[in-house]
C-alpha cells in the first residue's frame, strides 16, 4: 500500500451516499403523503355509498401530517460591551541617569541641546569615577483640574 493512502471510501464519496439516502428518505415521506392523502378520499366515497352508518353517512377523514424537518432555533450571541480604554496622553521627555539606572536630571523634548550640555556637565565632574547616560522617556501628563 502506498504511503499516505486510505483504504475504503473517502470523505467526499460518504457525503455522496448520506446525501443520497437523505434524497431517498425525503422521496419516501413524499410518496406516503401522497398516498395518504389518497386512501381516504377511496374509503370516504365507499362509505358514502353504503349509508348504513350512524353518522349520518359521512365519515371523517383521518389526515396524516407529513413531519417536516424544524429549522433549527439559533439564538444570537449576546453582545458583549466592551469598553474603550481611557487615552492617556504622554510626552516625550529627555532624562539624564546615572550608572546605576537613578534619574538625575530631566528635560522637556524640546530642550535636548541643555540636557546634552548637563550631561556633559556630569561626565566631566566625576570624571570617569561612574558613567552618566541621556534617554528618551515618555511619560503620563497629569492634568490640573
Do not use: C, H
Amino acid at each position: 500500500m502506498a504511503r499516505g493512502k486510505k483504504s475504503g471510501p473517502t470523505r467526499m464519496d460518504l457525503r455522496r451516499q448520506a446525501e443520497a439516502v437523505e434524497g431517498r428518505e425525503a422521496e419516501e415521506e413524499v410518496e406516503e403523503a401522497d398516498e395518504a392523502e389518497e386512501e381516504p378520499d377511496e374509503e370516504a366515497e365507499a362509505d358514502e355509498g353504503e349509508g348504513g352508518d350512524d353518522e349520518g353517512g359521512k365519515k371523517k377523514k383521518k389526515k396524516i401530517a407529513v413531519k417536516k424537518k424544524a429549522a433549527p432555533m439559533v439564538k444570537k450571541a449576546a453582545t458583549k460591551r466592551v469598553r474603550t480604554a481611557k487615552e492617556v496622553r504622554q510626552r516625550a521627555v529627555w532624562v539624564v541617569f546615572d550608572n546605576s539606572s537613578k534619574e538625575i536630571g530631566a528635560f522637556n523634548f524640546n530642550q535636548k541641546k541643555e540636557a546634552e550640555s548637563f550631561l556633559e556637565k556630569k561626565i566631566q565632574e566625576k570624571e570617569g569615577k561612574s558613567t552618566f547616560y541621556m534617554n528618551l522617556v515618555k511619560r503620563e501628563i497629569k492634568e490640573e483640574k
